[in-house]
């Protein structure tokens, strides 16, 4: 007789700054109200007969609006890009204002006749960033919605928390699949290749680029400015490196901006490719665990190789040469009528935060190795997150009304959160459980108790 098959899972959930949720797990916390009490008023309303003011019936709209927009939450991105869209189509031509915003700005004619166009920099190019990361809370959450989840349904993943975790990572996985090869081949093109320190810092100032370097800078841009807003919105339930993460999208925020705005492109190109690479490792890796593949073992071995060589041996050489080549290649002076900032101050800039984000991806590594020994050398099967799907799972089953009323505090709070959702959504269950006990009348309660079907009936719907 076989053997069953050891359990293949690593037991912890894999450290790392592919961690952002999503709007798509939050559906069932659509407003501090639970349902059944919107559903109550409505109909106190409808018997009242007093339902028929334009006040009245702009509020039944916006909230059928709402519960509309929460269930498919890919639906109000794919309105304000059509939106965009149509006034662009209007008058299809650089003047029109969402050209910027669809179209890259400031080309600038070949400087030999056989030579690209090159595109330089200004304040349009904070459009084609805001569009953009429109563009991708659209993709992310309808990929997640309408492909993803249906997938991980069909693998047999289960548990809210679990699911949204899948999901994150799934998608994840799909947009550094095609933005870690796109950041090489720009690399490719560029005296950058392979990672050449020296280039980094030759022929600065860098303040034109191709139209494929533009893009992908600005497109990254756009990624990183999407993951913050969704951590800053702050709905999610905080993990044990929480406060991690959201320093590493500060730093890199502020490292995009003001590579940027100084024309130290160059360096950021090397310091994307880095990011993404290794990211398409740590989604993959995530997805094979909650899975349970049988390769998770070999895989997440292989993982931890490229994270080391990407985010600590290629960031290292860059941050030595930051602190030798950066004064030595080149102009080194402070001249803001040339925009030549290669200067003292822009090094100890440079230096600090990328020796920040070093320090976190460390901590990081530290946490990853520590999950990789309790796998190869003990049964260890705890998650050790703060919030473990099984411990969610399980409340959702047996939390007291006490913390189910701190939960709908909590929902109450945040409801502006349109973007983060995983942890939320885990609750999901035992929130709108708790709200409905705290908010009930005796009268509601006596109605329940004359006709149970129909409340029943009301509670399935809502889930």
């Known amino acids: 007789m076989t053997r069953p098959r050891k359990s293949s899972n690593l037991g912890a959930d894999i450290r790392g700054d592919t961690g952002a949720p999503a709007m798509s797990t939050m559906n069932s ?53 059509l939106i965009i869209l149509a006034v662009y189509i209007v008058n299809p031509t650089e003047s029109n204002p969402a050209h910027a915003a669809i179209f890259l700005s400031y080309p600038n004619p070949p400087e030999t006749p056989d030579g690209p166009i090159m595109y330089g920099k200004g304040k349009k190019d904070l459009a084609f960033v805001g569009f953009y990361t429109i563009v991708l809370s659209f993709t992310r959450e309808f990929i997640m919605q309408r492909i993803i989840r249906p997938w991980g349904v069909y693998c047999g993943i289960k548990g809210k928390g679990k699911m949204a975790r899948f999901m994150e990572q799934v998608y994840t996985a799909i947009y550094f699949a095609f933005f870690g090869p796109f950041g090489l081949y720009v690399m490719s093109k560029t005296d950058l290749w392979y990672f050449n320190t020296t280039a980094m810092f030759e022929g600065f100032p860098h303040k034109t680029h191709t139209v494929d370097f533009k893009a992908y800078y600005l497109l990254e841009a756009s990624y990183w400015a999407q993951q913050a807003i969704v951590l800053l919105l702050m709905l999610e339930k905080p993990r044990k490196d929480f406060k991690e993460l959201v320093a590493h999208h500060i730093i890199t925020l502020a490292l995009i901006a003001l590579s940027y705005r100084f024309h130290f492109t160059h360096i950021g190109l090397a310091v994307y490719i880095t990011h993404d690479v290794s990211d398409f490792f740590i989604a993959t890796s995530k997805t094979l665990n909650y899975l349970d593949s049988a390769i998770i073992g070999p895989y997440f071995l292989t993982f931890i190789c490229i994270w080391i060589y990407m985010r600590h041996y290629l960031n290292l050489r860059i941050l030595w040469a930051v ?4 004064q030595t290649v080149g102009p080194f002076e402070l001249n803001w009528e040339t925009q030549q900032y290669k200067c003292r101050l822009s090094q100890v800039i440079t230096f600090g935060l990328l020796s920040a984000l070093q320090a976190i991806n460390l901590l990081w590594l530290f946490l990853i190795l520590r999950i990789a020994k309790n796998y190869v050398l003990s049964d260890l ?33 945040g409801f502006g959160d349109g973007a983060v959702s995983s942890a939320m959504a885990n609750k999901n269950g035992t929130v709108a459980e708790g709200v409905r006990v705290t908010r009930r009348t005796a009268k509601e309660k006596e109605n329940d108790a004359a006709t149970p079907s129909k409340g029943m009936a009301n509670g399935d719907s809502q889930l």
Request: hydrophobic share 25%.
């Open 381 to 413: 099967k705890k998650d050790e997150r703060s919030d473990d799907e099984d411990e969610d799972e399980q409340e959702e089953q047996s939390t007291p009304p006490k913390d189910a009323q701190i939960g709908d505090k909590n929902a109450a709070t």
């Open 323 to 326: 602190l030798t080549e950066f």
């Open 29 to 81: 916390l659509a407003s501090s109200e639970p349902p059944s009490a919107r559903q109550t008023q409505r109909g106190a309303s409808e018997r009242s007969g007093k339902s028929h003011s334009k006040r009245r019936r702009a509020r039944s709209f916006f909230r059928r609006w709402k519960d509309i927009s929460f269930k498919h939450t890919w639906l109000t991105p794919l309105i304000l890009i």
